[in-house]
Every structure is written in structure tokens, then in C-alpha cells.
Nanobody, 128 residues
Framework: QVQLAESGGGLVQTGDSLRLSCAAS????????MSWFRQAPGKERDFVAA????????HYADSVKGRFTISRDNAKNMAYLQMNSLKPEDTAVYYC?????????????????????WGKGTLVTVSS
């Protein structure tokens, strides 16, 4: 069982930066691929970014590529999402998710239906 807790959300202005954190309680955190998803009001939960178990491989949605960076610290059981050049359309509840991984891939963890564990989310609001 893995418990995930996001933090770091808040209200920012267009162009600002924000770093989200995801704390995981897992005996073998380094065995889990980690992903970030987001859900805007009235919309589906969409993929944002994923990182492989080692952290060597990452995968991003086109809408955030070049602006967001996903990372992890296996020694601290933490995953992060650095968000730069934020836009109003980035406003959403951001969720981290984990899935037990057997290979060091990231691109296979972009489907929310395959992720096993979820946090409760943290709200990011970007004002124009």
C-alpha cells in the first residue's frame, strides 16, 4: 500500500513559478513510477508528467513541455513538479500518482487508468 500526499499548491500570477511536492509512504518507493495529473473544473483528469523509477526517464504532456519539470528523490520518498511560466490554463487540482514498475520507463505511465495509487490533490490557481 502506498499513501501519497501533495503539497505546494496556491494562488499565483501568470508567469510565476511553483513547485509541487508529493510525499510517499512506501517501503520501496524506488520501485514505483511516479506521475502528475491535473483536473480543471468540469474537465477530465489529464496527464501532466511522469518519471521512471530511477529518475533517468521522463515524459511530458505537450501542453507543459519546456515549462514543467518532474523529478524525484528516492532517498526521501519524494516526487516533485517544478512549474515555470504558469498560465491561467494551468489552473487545476494537481494529483500525484504511483504505479509499481518493472522497467525504467516513463512514457507508459501517462494513462490515469493504470495508476494504482493517488494522492488527494493540491489546488493551483493561476490568475491573469
Amino acid at each position: 500500500q502506498v499513501q501519497l500526499a501533495e503539497s505546494g499548491g496556491g494562488l499565483v500570477q501568470t508567469g510565476d513559478s511553483l513547485r509541487l511536492s508529493c510525499a510517499a509512504s512506501a517501503r520501496s518507493f524506488s520501485s514505483y513510477a511516479m506521475s502528475w495529473f491535473r483536473q480543471a473544473p468540469g474537465k477530465e483528469r489529464d496527464f501532466v508528467a511522469a518519471i521512471s523509477v530511477s529518475g533517468s526517464n521522463t515524459h511530458y504532456a505537450d501542453s507543459v513541455k519546456g515549462r514543467f519539470t518532474i523529478s524525484r528523490d528516492n532517498a526521501k520518498n519524494m516526487a516533485y513538479l517544478q512549474m515555470n511560466s504558469l498560465k491561467p490554463e494551468d489552473t487545476a487540482v494537481y494529483y500525484c500518482a504511483a504505479d509499481l514498475a518493472y522497467k525504467d520507463y516513463a512514457h507508459t505511465y501517462s494513462d490515469r487508468r493504470t495508476m494504482d495509487y493517488w494522492g488527494k490533490g493540491t489546488l493551483v490557481t493561476v490568475s491573469s
